[in-house]
Structure formats: structure tokens, C-alpha cells
């Protein structure tokens, strides 16, 4: 029991004595941390002193730049002040001067203002002796005195007068004319138009020569009804793949090479379908012309325009005035008035508008009497075209005198664009007056729904109404026809005039 006392003492003796020493080591480390904490404090504290030192030497030197450049500008600011004080100095200087000269200028004029009216009055004083002197020593009075004198001074200065007026008269003429031919060489120069003259035949191309029995059709029924329908001559010869197409009608050819140029295609060439194909391009050339007469407004920049007057001048396309294309003539024509006007003073744009519509009854003429100026004046006035417009149709040919600086540009282009060589021909005019003569003469008879001049002029086909002319009708309606032609139009040859009556019956099947 003893020794079990004894071990627990001794134990219990070395675990204090264990923890008393734990106890020393954790102290001295304690001590250990507390110096290197201070240590480090130290340094952190002798950094910042540090930091603190460089950052006020930045800030120095900071506000020794701020206040080097603010120097500066000041300095800079204060030389430009000086340079424009200075200047404005000088400038003051000057004005000073200025005004001196001027207050001394309007002095010199004050003394010869007061000079000018002491010899008006010295004048005045002098004229009324001399009427005085003549009144005593001619007895007369001092009107008719007056009217001498007057009347010796002028017959004394007339042929000053003369020379001066003359003179300014010769300026005038040899400026006018320098200025003229400056606007039409600038007007020419600035705008150069194509040319192409209008022919009196379509060329259509055929894939295979046998597709001209075809046209020609079963005892020539398809070639009869292409003609008769379409009133253009065709001509199927021994020229390989192509027959050719002539009328002297641009409108009527170009449907109908369209028309045949459709068929060929569809393959299907017989009267029936011939009639509902002639229908369609008929429709698609009226779409087009109004398409083609909106373009052009839109490309002059005319807008707005009456729907119906840019179809008319789409169909100017298929018109020809001595070979030369009307709607290539208006352009020309617009285009040319415009660079006139805008160089004289006058409104470019109206310039345009009148210049492609101052032919704009050319696209009437065949469906309507009388002259395209009328025409076209009509026409015009019904859509309330601008009264310039009206003048320029008027004018450019000789029926009124040109109003305004427009409708003389206008006359001007017209003439331009016509009397350039090669632009017109007189031998296709002629013809086509001739044939259209032909066939009003034939239209304006009772009955005659249709009349086609074909075979170059030389046949004039006659449609009439089944309903109105019989055949024995048809027999004296060719008779007056022939007749009225013998007398009416000059032409080489024969005309043979072919009456045609034709009665359908039709019917539907429901």
C-alpha cells in the first residue's frame, strides 16, 4: 500500500513538474511571437513613412508641373492677346483712315454737288437771256422760242444719237448671237442622243423553213387571216428562215411580229388561235406603252402626269416622223429645252414637260383627223397641262408666237433635233403621207369598220360590217373608193382596193 502511495506521490510530482515546464516553453514562445510582432510592426510602420515620403514628393512634383503649365497657357494666352490687340489696333488705325478719306470724299461730292447746281442755275439764267435775245429779235414767244432751240439741239445731237443707238444695236446683235450659240453649243455638247432611223419592215426569224406552210396555212387561210387581222403585208419568199413583216405603221408591225414570233413558238398556227394570241399581245403592248410612258416621265423627273398622256407617250415609240422615231425625237427634244432653259434663266423642268409633249398628237393621228398640233393642244388642255405646255405645241410649228423662255427652248430643240443630218428622210414621209391618205379615204366611208394599205402602198384591204354593206354594196364601195383615190393622191402604178365582208355565226355550247 506503501509503495502504491510513494509511485502516485513521485507521479504526481513529475506531472506538475511536466506541466510546470510546459508552461515555461509556451511563456518563452509567447515572448518570441510579442518581438517578432513588434519587429514587424516596425517595418510596416517604417514602409508607410516610406509610401507617405514618395507620395508627397509626387504630389510636389505634381503641382510644380500643374503650375509649370498653367505658366504657360497663361503665358500663351497673354501673346495671342497682344498679337490681337495689336491687330485690332492696326485694323482701328485703318478705319480711322478709312473714314477720313471718306468724310474728305463726301466733302469733294458735296462741292460738286454745289458745283452741279451753281451751273444749273448759271444755265438756266443763260437759256432764259438766249430765249429773251430770240424773243426780241424774232417776235416770238417763249414757248415757241423754247421749241426752237429744243428742236436745233436735237437735229444737232440726232446723229450722235444715231451713231450711239447704232452702235449699241451692233453689241447687242453680236451678244445675242455669242450667247445663242453658247447655249446651243453647251445644249448639244451635254446631251448627245442616239439615231436610228425607222424602217418599213420586221424581219422574223424562223427556227425551220417548214414552219412557212404553216403561216401560209391550208389554200392560205392562216397568211389571210394574219393580214386581214393584223393589216400588215407578209412576205414569205425564198429567203432561208425568216419571212419579213411591212407596214408603214410602227404599232401595228411590232404587234404583229410579236404576234407571229408567239405562234411560232406555241406551234398551234391557225385562224382561231391566231385571233386569241392578237388579243393578248394587244393587251400586253397596251400594258407596255403606258409601262414605257411612266418610265420616261419618272427618268425626266415630271412628275405627276395624267395616266393617259404617259400612254400616249409611250406609244410615240411606234410613230415616225420622215424616218425619225417620235418618242427618240421628244427625249431629244426635252433633254435639249431643259440645258436651253436652265442656261437662259427659265424653269429647266417645264422646259422637259413641254419638250416631250410638244409632239404628243403624233400618237393620235391615226386613230384621229386633223393636225398633231391640234391634237396635241387638245389633249393637253383636257388633262389641264400648264398653259406653257399648250404654247410650245403651238409654236414650235408657226401657229403662235412663243410666250415664254420654255416654249422657245422648245422650238429651238425641235428645230436642233430635226434639221441634223441624217435625221429625217424625206422619201419615207412622203410615202407614208400617201398611204395614210389611202386609208382615210377608204375609212371614211359608211360601213368601213377597217382599212390596211399593204403591199408597199400598192392594195388597200377594206373591212366592212357584214351588217351594213351587202355584196352588191361592196361592188359600188370599191368602185367609189378606186375613184375618190384617182382623184385625191398621186402614186406610181395601180392601187387595187379589195373590199372584204365577212359574217360569223357564233355560238356557245353549255
Known amino acids: ?23 515555461r516553453i509556451e ?5 518570441v511571437y510579442v518581438e517578432q510582432a513588434k519587429a514587424k510592426a516596425k517595418a510596416i510602420e517604417h514602409e508607410a513613412e ?23 497657357e497663361i503665358q500663351k494666352l497673354n501673346t495671342e492677346y497682344n498679337a490681337r490687340l495689336s491687330q485690332l489696333e492696326k485694323r482701328e488705325a485703318q478705319l480711322a483712315e478709312e473714314w477720313d478719306d471718306l468724310k474728305e470724299t463726301k466733302r469733294e461730292l458735296k462741292s460738286l454737288e454745289n458745283r452741279a447746281e451753281s451751273l444749273r442755275k448759271e444755265y438756266e439764267t443763260k437759256r432764259n437771256e438766249a430765249l429773251k435775245i430770240l424773243e426780241r429779235a424774232s417776235g416770238l414767244t417763249k414757248e415757241e422760242a423754247r421749241e426752237l432751240v429744243l428742236k436745233q439741239v436735237e437735229e444737232e445731237e440726232r446723229a450722235e444719237i444715231a451713231h450711239i443707238v447704232r452702235r449699241y444695236e451692233t ?76 407596214s408603214f405603221n410602227l404599232y401595228r408591225r411590232a404587234i404583229a411580229t410579236r404576234t407571229i414570233e408567239l405562234l411560232i413558238e406555241d406551234g398551234r ?37 395624267h395616266p393617259e398622256l404617259m400612254k400616249l407617250i409611250g406609244r410615240l415609240r411606234y410613230r415616225a416622223s420622215y424616218g425619225q422615231n417620235a418618242l427618240g425625237h421628244s427625249l431629244e427634244v426635252a433633254h435639249l429645252a431643259g440645258i436651253m432653259a436652265a442656261e437662259m434663266g427659265g424653269d429647266d423642268t417645264l422646259a422637259k414637260r413641254a419638250g416631250i409633249l410638244h409632239d404628243i398628237g403624233k400618237a393620235l393621228t391615226h386613230e384621229y383627223s386633223g393636225s398633231h398640233v391640234d391634237l396635241g393642244a387638245e389633249v393637253c388642255r383636257r388633262y389641264k397641262e400648264h398653259p406653257v405646255v399648250i404654247n410650245a405645241i403651238y409654236a414650235h410649228h408657226g401657229h403662235e408666237e412663243p410666250e415664254t423662255i420654255e416654249a422657245a427652248a422648245v422650238c429651238a430643240a425641235d428645230t436642233l433635233s430635226a434639221a441634223r443630218p441624217g435625221a429625217r428622210r424625206e422619201v419615207l414621209e412622203s410615202f407614208l ?46 368602185k367609189e373608193i378606186a375613184e375618190e383615190i384617182e382623184k385625191a393622191v398621186q402614186y406610181p402604178g395601180e392601187i387595187k382596193v379589195n373590199v372584204i365582208r365577212e359574217t360569223r355565226a357564233i355560238n356557245y355550247a353549255r
Open 1 to 23: 500500500m506503501t509503495e502504491i502511495i510513494v509511485g502516485g506521490a513521485a507521479a504526481a510530482i513529475s506531472g506538475a513538474a511536466a506541466y510546470l515546464l510546459t508552461k
Open 27 to 31: 511563456a518563452s514562445k509567447y515572448d
Open 50 to 72: 516610406a509610401v507617405l515620403q514618395n507620395a508627397k514628393l509626387q504630389v510636389k512634383e505634381a503641382e510644380l508641373e500643374a503650375k509649370r503649365k498653367y505658366e504657360e
Open 171 to 246: 453689241e447687242a446683235k453680236n451678244e445675242a448671237k455669242r450667247r445663242a450659240n453658247y447655249i446651243l453649243a453647251q445644249a448639244t455638247t451635254r446631251f448627245a442622243g442616239e439615231f436610228a432611223a425607222e424602217r418599213l419592215i420586221n424581219v422574223v426569224h424562223l427556227p425551220d423553213d417548214d414552219l412557212k406552210g404553216r403561216i401560209i396555212g391550208k389554200e392560205g387561210r392562216n397568211i389571210k387571216t394574219l393580214e386581214m387581222l393584223m393589216g400588215v403585208d407578209i412576205i414569205i419568199d425564198d429567203t432561208p428562215g425568216a419571212i419579213i413583216l411591212s
Open 269 to 305: 398556227i391557225q385562224p382561231a388561235r391566231i385571233e386569241e394570241i392578237y388579243e393578248k399581245v394587244v393587251e400586253e403592248f397596251d400594258q407596255k406603252v403606258l409601262e414605257e410612258g411612266e418610265q420616261i416621265v419618272v427618268d425626266l423627273g415630271l412628275s405627276p402626269m
Open 433 to 478: 403621207k400617201r398611204v395614210k391618205a389611202v386609208e382615210e379615204i377608204a375609212t371614211s366611208k359608211p360601213g368601213v369598220h377597217h382599212a390596211y394599205a399593204i403591199n408597199a402602198g400598192r392594195e388597200v384591204r377594206v373591212i366592212v360590217n357584214a351588217s351594213l354593206v351587202n355584196d352588191d354594196e361592196a361592188v359600188l364601195l370599191s
